[in-house]
């Protein structure tokens, strides 16, 4: 073995790619394998806390995103129908002041952007899609649809809910359909209108069975964004996404506020994606091959938290191997997911009750923490089989 361990990272989404950049500040052999031919500006809004910020201020993005996104002063939860304000979330300078970094909001495509342009070119395989995965003892076997096989001393499961690496681990097992229809869009801020309310830079409508959030998702203000959560009991999951339409929006949102009729109004385009989710999983790492994110503990949007998890993920587990060298990677898996496991899980828990910021909660616990400093717990001694 070399003396950097060979470390594959499977999948270049948020996670993927901010782990990448992570590990090669450290000094490790790492290289990404990402299915898609080539990166493009896909997905929508995303929020970005400072959670995440103070990761990113690591990788050397912090200052490029803080110019693109869209800094709100707080988060509001309105009432979906009267437009009451329901909670009124301190972000702005307090963020700053109070977590250590900005709390922003921005395109997903753009963030993504700047995370593919901090890894050099070298790092990544494109057009490599993943069909089989071997853990032969002293390394692991990489299959390829293209008929290309490559090998690694550690393998990194950043591949989403659908992940390949968690099936080698546990199995095929689908995803559960969560009960819900995300509708997305981004289009052009309409002009405020008498009866409308300001359009709040980062807001939630909620009533008793579903929600819009809507942001903007530039610094100028110039684009807003939407994504909802609307009950629908059954789904087939063949069908991830698909089109939606004004129409359908109207219907499901008849009789709320006229500012949300306002943005159903001004939709160019929107589409609509079954909201899926897994269980805690019994492990998250066996021999050779870890999982993090989307991979390891997919959740609801809810929280606006599911990115940063995956970020925060790599982080820890960069961290981990810093702290006892990623040869021992057995004991750093372990490390990395006594840290990761039980945060994961209660963002898992609340991102499923969708109870997050509906009141005027703290959320310290959640925009406060920082990766780099958190304290470390030893892993649990496994009982003797």
């Not at 990404?32 to 201020?57: C, D, T, W």
Request: charged letters at 25%.
């Amino acid at each position: 073995m070399s003396k950097s361990p060979r470390i594959a990272v499977i999948g270049a989404g948020l996670g993927g790619a901010a782990t990448a950049s992570l590990l090669l500040q450290e000094g490790f052999d790492v290289r990404v394998y990402e299915q898609a031919p080539s990166f493009s500006r896909l997905g929508a809004g995303i929020h970005v806390g400072p959670n995440v910020m103070k990761i990113l201020r690591r990788i050397g993005i912090e200052d490029a995103l803080n110019a693109q996104g869209s800094h709100p002063d707080y988060w509001y939860s309105r009432h979906g129908l009267t437009g009451d304000v329901l909670a009124r979330i301190p972000l702005g300078d307090y963020a700053v002041k109070t977590y250590g970094a900005s709390y922003l909001t921005v395109h997903r495509g753009d963030f993504h952007a700047l995370l593919i342009e901090a890894l050099p070119e070298r790092v990544m395989a494109y057009s490599r899609h993943l069909v089989g995965v071997t853990d032969r003892g002293n390394d692991v076997e990489m299959r390829f649809a293209d008929g290309s096989v490559e090998h690694a001393d550690i393998v990194i499961g950043a591949d989403g809910v659908n992940s390949h690496i968690r099936e080698a681990l546990l199995g095929p097992e689908p995803p559960k359909y969560a009960g819900y229809l995300a509708h997305r869009a981004v289009f052009p801020t309409p002009e405020v209108k008498a009866g409308m309310l300001p359009f709040d830079a980062c807001v939630k409508w909620w009533t008793d069975d579903r929600h819009m959030m809507t942001y903007f998702v530039t610094s100028k203000a110039d684009e807003l964004y939407y994504v909802t959560g609307v009950p629908v009991e059954q789904w087939d999951l063949n069908d991830r996404w698909l089109p939606s339409s004004k129409d359908e929006m109207r219907e499901a949102f008849q009789g709320w506020h006229p500012t949300v009729q306002a943005l159903i109004d001004a939709t160019v385009e929107v589409t609509k994606w079954s909201l899926l989710e897994r269980d805690p999983l019994p492990l998250w790492s066996r021999g050779r091959l870890v999982l993090l994110g989307d991979a390891c503990h997919p959740m609801k949007p809810h929280m606006a938290q599911g990115a940063a998890m995956a970020i925060e993920d790599g982080a820890m587990l960069v961290r981990c191997f810093k702290e006892v060298g990623a040869h021992n990677h057995e004991l750093a898996f372990a490390l990395y997911e006594a840290n990761r496991a039980e945060r994961a899980s209660k963002v898992q828990r609340i991102s499923h009750d969708n109870t997050w910021l509906r009141t005027n909660e703290d959320p310290s616990w959640c925009f406060g923490y920082d990766v780099f400093s958190e304290p470390l717990v030893e892993p649990k001694a496994k009982a003797a089989a």
